[in-house]
């Protein structure tokens, strides 16, 4: 068994029909297996319209996953500046 395994998957779910057309969803999973768990962001991505023959790809924006990400980068920042000034606090009362 790998220590470590990432993956990224793409799978649609089962079509659906509606009037003449056929919606096909689609979805994106990051997967990261570790030897104690895992983690498994899963998330839509865009549907596929069938009708006519053609077929149409619309793209979702997730803003969800984007506000994720980036409160979480403000978050790792904010903590960053709290250990470096932590850091030189404790460096300039000892001097």
């Known amino acids: 068994m790998s220590v470590l395994s990432f993956r990224r998957l793409t799978t649609t779910a089962e ?3 509606a009037g003449d057309a056929t919606i096909t969803p689609e979805a994106r999973a990051w997967v990261v297996r570790l030897p104690f768990g895992g ?9 596929r319209v069938e009708r006519g023959g ?4 619309i793209r979702i924006l997730d803003l969800s996953g984007w506000l994720v990400a980036l409160f979480t980068g403000l978050t790792l920042v904010a903590t960053a ?5 932590s850091f030189r606090h404790r460096r300039k009362n000892r001097e």
């Open 81 to 85: 500046l709290l250990l470096v000034t």
């Open 15 to 17: 079509p659906v029909s």
């Open 39 to 47: 983690v498994v962001w899963h998330r839509p991505v865009a549907v």
């Open 54 to 57: 053609r077929i149409e790809r």
